[in-house]
């Protein structure tokens, strides 16, 4: 398989060992070692019960929409319409309430209905019509884009959102707890327990794992390849109604740049705990690295720029530590 | 432990290669427990033991790709150290993979050099000069299509050829090659068996590692075996039987193969298949299956075996022809309604069709069963207890060698990777099975597990297909053989008339009829 005539240096069997631990666990020592370096520098400011809170309560949005992509990821895809799809859910949602005066329950179904429709048709175009998923996802997302110029024509929804679609984010309705996280942790469980608990989450690594396996083991790839899409895209419609929640209105772009973050993520947590394979829990911890990052170089007063350098580069280490555990896991 | 049988010559000069003590463990698996070997320039070195022995593993040592932990390697007497695969080819190490790797859009002449120091003029390479040294060497081992030619579309036996030479190109003193014979066709195997014998002649040692016992008597001057990480005898030419070399493999008497049952020509039919065809491959095919039977499927390499499965297993659609299982109008859409239908399938490449490397064993054998390990079919949360208790049993009933059954199903064997397989349809129990070349790659004992287990399954109702590139392999397992050559089915063999050499002989015969008509 891996018959290499020009393997690269052959690895002691210690450091081969070391390795695999760096790769494993480096992601969690590492943000243990931030939260303990932010916390000698920062006494004050980071290592406080509402510090935490808030940080997580920020990285929800992300974590949501990150979850959703994992699954995307697990089937062996790439959904890259993701941020743009959010952008159009959040206008879409503080249009239906404010223009269509629709009852905030009933717009959410929509919205959250659009995005599994959005999803579908991404998996429609990857399995069937066999467009690459980073072609056929991108190309969706563009066109999600133009619709929402449309549907707004560049100009903001401010005006008019009710309170109670507000709180639906800024609310702490169980105790005292935001809301955001509650429902983070709902999403994210319910997540983990499809892929790691359930057959259909078997069938889901399995078209992942090895595709051809998975159809001559009597699995339906397009089917499951799919399924992977309509819940990327219904977690994205679900970050985008909650972030339009938190701005309080509906702006074109606003949830764009979540695409990034949210490959941040799933690729740090595939390089956590498991040798370069996609997980729940990973993403949720590539998250929490990520969130903290940006909040030490919040309390530091670190320049604007400073955060895309970050995220950049931090995609980049992600995406290598994934690939070093995939490395040794074959060898 | 160590049995010598012959002279060794009685030369005084050290050996090409002498490995001695060689350990190697994977986490906690001891694949070698301390192996000798020893191969003096220019001989054929047979290399055989069931999978799992560790024939692999030191094949990977002397090629520089694993690390042992433990004994020596010399050559012409002085320790050296295989630390890359670079380093084993400058000492003239070389090694040809069962599964051959070239860059596809590259010619002939640049796999041929890939990573060799390359003659260059004026800063660029040389390609012409390069060409004019590589040609009579591509001549000796007589590849015939042009230097320039595309790799892509070369057969298998082609690629066989261009790796030898470029063993050749590199100055080989050991040419290691791993189941040489598994996907050539009885003509190219030939021919590589000449080519082996001149490379014997002019001084190249050939390390040859196979399961065809036949090949290894006809072709070894000397054979070492290996049993559970040791090597447990060394038998010269003049030695060389059969029957020690199964015995040496599997350590003891062999067991006589399964008994054959009553004729099930009267059971009822399962499947009619009638003028099937997706040309070129198939071209219009007929029979019928029966419950409990075992029906085989001969034919050469390139046949349209394979490509019939996967006709009836609903991975490929037919462009004409029809199908009733069972009485009823059977024209599946895919593989998944092939198996809700009650169809299973091994395929022939287990590793890139069959299995999901990197999942544990419980995962990949319980793959096409997950309706039956769920609590209810409303609410599909796994029952891990129900999970964990199939696959024991079919890891316990198949005498598969696994540490766990959560171990990633990648670090087994061949031959037990494909019992997980097999052991997946056990645990989905379907009306027809079928198996494409079940035991190639797969070591004597396997392969009688295997044997006896398809006869059981036949044995409690299940329709089986076994399609198998070896003559001597369906005269013993199936009740009846379908012979294939072109897509066609050219003979039906059964009863006294079923035999290796029908079989042969009608796999041939179709072929000399069509050129000449």
Avoid at chain 2, 320 to 327: H, L, W
Avoid at chain 2, 451 to 466: Q, T
């Amino acid at each position: 398989m891996s018959q290499n005539a020009h393997t690269p240096r052959r690895l002691s069997p210690s450091a081969r060992v070391a390795l695999g631990l760096f790769a494993r666990y480096g992601t969690i020592l590492g943000l243990a070692a931030m939260i303990i370096a932010f916390s000698i520098l920062s006494p004050r400011a980071f290592p406080s019960v509402s510090n935490f809170t808030n940080v997580i309560n920020q990285a929800s949005l992300a974590m949501i929409i990150a979850g959703g992509l994992t699954m995307a990821v697990i089937v062996g895809e790439l959904d890259l319409s993701i941020g743009f799809a959010a952008s159009l859910h959040g206008l879409l949602a503080t249009g239906l309430i404010v223009s269509n005066k629709l009852p905030i329950p009933v717009a959410i179904a929509i919205v959250i209905a659009l995005g599994a429709l959005i999803g579908f048709v991404n998996g429609f175009i990857v399995t069937r019509m066999k467009v690459n998923s980073v072609i056929a996802t991108l190309g969706v997302g563009t066109i999600l884009t133009g619709l929402a110029f449309a549907y707004t024509s560049g100009v903001p929804i401010v005006s008019g959102v009710p309170e109670a679609f507000l709180q639906l984010s800024l609310g702490r309705w169980l105790f005292g707890i935001p809301n955001n996280i509650i429902i983070m942790i709902i999403v994210l469980g319910t997540l983990w327990v499809v892929v790691e608990r359930t057959s259909i989450g078997q069938e889901i690594q399995a078209v992942g794992g090895n595709p051809s396996a998975a159809r001559l083991a009597g699995i339906d790839v397009a089917r499951v390849k799919t399924l992977g899409f309509v819940i990327s895209g219904m977690c994205a419609a679900l970050t985008g109604i909650l972030l339009a929640s938190r701005l309080g209105s509906g702006t074109t772009s606003a949830a764009d740049s979540y695409l990034l973050t949210a490959f941040a993520a799933v690729f740090l947590g595939s390089a956590t705990l498991r040798d370069g394979e996609f997980h729940i829990f990973g993403t949720f911890v590539g998250a929490l690295i990520i969130a903290f990052g940006f909040n030490g170089l919040n309390i530091f007063g670190a320049p604007t720029f400073s955060q895309y350098i970050f995220q950049g580069t931090i995609l980049i280490v992600a995406v290598g530590l994934s690939s070093l555990g995939r490395l040794i896991a074959e060898s | 432990m160590h049995e010598t049988t012959g002279e060794l010559g009685a030369s005084t000069s050290p050996p090409l290669v002498r490995a001695s003590g060689i350990a190697k463990s994977f986490g906690g698996a001891r694949a070698l427990k301390g192996v000798d070997i020893e191969i003096t320039a220019g001989e054929v070195h047979g290399l055989v033991g069931a999978n799992g022995a560790g024939k692999s593993t030191l094949i990977k040592i002397l090629a520089g790709l694993v690390q042992p932990d433990a004994g020596t390697v010399e050559i012409d007497g002085h320790a050296v150290s295989l630390a890359t695969p670079h380093a084993a080819a400058d000492l003239g190490m070389n090694f040809i993979h069962q599964e051959l790797a070239f860059i596809p859009s590259m010619t002939v002449l640049e796999n041929i050099m890939l990573g060799i120091p390359k003659k260059s003029r004026f800063g660029t390479i040389d390609w012409r000069a390069i060409e004019r040294d590589v040609r009579p060497i591509a001549k000796r081992v007589g590849i015939t299509s042009a230097l320039n030619a595309n790799v892509k579309g070369l057969s298998t036996a082609e690629n066989w050829l261009i790796n030898i030479c470029r063993a050749l190109v590199r100055k080989a003193r050991l040419i290691v090659m791993d189941e040489p014979t598994a996907s050539l066709s009885g003509s190219e195997a030939e021919k590589l068996f000449q080519i082996v014998q001149e490379l014997s002649n002019s001084g190249v040692a050939v390390l040859y590692v196979s399961h065809r016992l036949d090949e290894i008597e006809k072709l070894c001057d000397r054979v070492t075996i290996f049993r559970d990480g040791q090597s447990v005898a060394q038998i010269n030419k003049d030695g060389l039987t059969r029957a020690r070399l199964v015995e040496g493999i599997i350590g003891g008497a062999v067991e006589s193969a399964a008994a054959r049952t009553a004729s099930s020509a009267n059971n009822k039919i399962v499947l009619n298949v009638e003028s099937l065809a997706r040309p070129p491959m198939v071209n219009g095919v007929t029979f019928e299956l029966h419950e409990g039977e075992v029906l085989g499927i001969a034919g050469l390499v390139g046949a349209g075996r394979s490509e019939l499965a996967r006709l009836i297993y609903g991975a490929d659609r037919p462009l004409s022809g029809a199908m009733t299982f069972k009485g009823e109008t059977y024209a599946p859409k895919s593989p998944s309604a092939a198996v809700k239908a009650g169809f299973g399938l091994v395929p022939e490449e287990r590793r890139a069709d069959g299995l999901v490397l990197n999942k544990s064993v419980a995962f990949n054998a319980q793959l096409s069963n997950l309706h039956n390990i769920v609590f209810s079919p409303s609410l599909p949360l796994l029952n891990f207890g129900k999970r964990r208790d199939g696959v024991e049993k079919i890891v316990r009933d198949l005498a598969i060698k696994t540490q766990s059954i959560d171990m990633a199903v990648g670090q087994l064997s061949g031959g037990n990777q494909q019992k997980v397989v097999i052991g997946r349809w056990l645990l989905r129990q379907p009306k027809v099975l079928i198996l494409d070349e079940p035991t190639r790659g797969v070591d004597v004992g396997a392969r009688a597990e295997i044997h006896r287990l398809v006869r059981d399954l036949a044995l409690n109702g299940m329709a089986v297909i076994v399609i198998s590139s070896e003559p001597d392999e369906l005269p013993d397992l199936a009740d009846r053989v379908l012979v294939m050559a072109d897509g066609r089915i050219v003979r039906e063999l059964q009863g006294d008339a079923l035999s290796r050499n029908a079989i042969v002989a009608a796999s041939y015969a179709n072929i000399e009829h069509n050129r000449t008509a």
